[in-house]
């Protein structure tokens, strides 16, 4: 059991360099401008959500509603 578990730890160390090194060439193969253009809009996607995250945390710091406490016994019979 133990050389399974050592083989299958092997190969996925093995698929994970492959995949590296394959995600590597193919970001070297994209023209620049299309890099610098994934860059701007990842930049985009990062700064929507957390001004998305922000606002409503701000939200709901600020709600007006009053908050209640609500209080439930509950009482046993069988005692």
């Known amino acids: 059991m133990g050389e399974a578990a050592d083989r299958k730890v ?3 160390a093995q698929t994970r360099q492959r995949i590296e090194a394959d995600l590597l060439e193919l970001e070297s193969r994209l023209p620049s401008s299309l890099r610098s253009v994934k860059s701007v809009v990842g930049v985009l996607v990062g700064v929507t959500a957390l001004a998305a995250l ?4 701000a939200r709901s710091k600020r709600s007006d509603t009053p908050t209640a406490e609500v209080v439930i016994r509950v009482v046993r019979e069988d005692t």
Not at 54 to 57: C, N
């Open 54 to 57: 922000l606002r409503r945390s």
């Open 10 to 12: 092997t190969e996925i």
